[in-house]
């Protein structure tokens, strides 16, 4: 109340930002279906025929018995294949784990409009608290309402983003509403070295931002290469796609542009499915 008395038009802002998140969380635990915590990773290890190359030396109780037979056929051969990672072995598809980085610089704090029913809620009181038959909710509060719907159904980890990166609670992503201020940049090359250092082989990785900036070619070429194809980006105005390590994601069809609320949700389901 204190904070609300001495700056009341502040407060209201916050709590748009906090009814905006809340909305977000709704509509997404409603629209995500359930069957993205049922997806496998072929796509992501190419695997072909029930069979792959191994990538971690725990897959080789997985593998094939014509691979196994070098073992007492030839040690040496057999030594070799297992040091550098070219035996075969059996695929053993495993549940996609989403982590999400989201960018919480000062610009996100700026609003996506779209009509009033595109977060499933067009109620009477909605309206009156609005005033206007259409939503405007903050990049930022959609995608903290994403964050937690997914962190809530399907345990994703979330990692928050300007010119630092940092892995945040459900309760730390909700402060950032709180806190958030119009300023700060981004920095999307300190992402990309997160990825290369906790990746997993069933992760899939999905980026939100209003503010790509240019990167390191080098690093941006590794990750591509590496990462391209288990990552999702979801740019939102007035970031740009003019760099050429999105192009190669659009190439893949990994990225959306969203210039609103609808988009923003379509883009989701298109990335997540």
Do not use: C
């Amino acid at each position: 109340m204190w904070h609300y008395m001495e700056s009341p038009d502040e407060f209201r802002r916050r709590v748009r930002l906090l009814v905006g998140a809340a909305l977000a969380l709704k509509h997404f635990n409603r629209v995500l279906s359930a069957s993205l915590n049922l997806q496998k990773t072929e796509s992501l290890w190419g695997w072909f025929d029930g069979v792959t190359l191994m990538t971690q030396y725990s897959q080789l109780k997985e593998a094939l018995p014509s691979e196994l037979a070098f073992a007492n056929i030839s040690p040496a051969l057999f030594a070799a294949k297992l040091a550098q990672m070219s035996l075969m072995v059996y695929r053993r598809p495993t549940t996609a784990k989403y982590v999400l980085f989201l960018d919480k610089s000062g610009s996100m704090a700026d609003a996506l409009t779209g009509p009033l029913g595109a977060l499933g809620h067009d109620d009477s009181k909605l309206r009156e608290f609005l005033g206007t038959e259409r939503i405007a909710v903050s990049k930022i509060s959609l995608a903290a309402g994403l964050a937690l719907a997914l962190y809530r159904r399907f345990n994703a980890e979330v990692y928050l983003f300007d010119t630092e990166v940092e892995r945040v609670s459900p309760r730390e992503v909700i402060n950032t509403l709180l806190t958030i201020k119009a300023d700060g940049g981004t920095n999307i090359g300190a992402v990309m070295e997160e990825v290369m250092k906790i990746d997993r082989p069933d992760n899939v990785y999905l980026i939100v931002s209003d503010g790509i900036a240019e990167a390191d070619e080098g690093l941006t070429k590794k990750f591509t290469q590496k990462y391209g194809v288990k990552t999702r980006l979801i740019l939102i105005p007035p970031s740009s796609e003019d760099y050429r390590w999105i192009q190669d994601l659009k190439k893949r069809n990994n990225v959306v542009y969203a210039r609103d609320v609808v988009q923003f949700e379509k883009g989701v389901r298109k990335l997540l499915t």
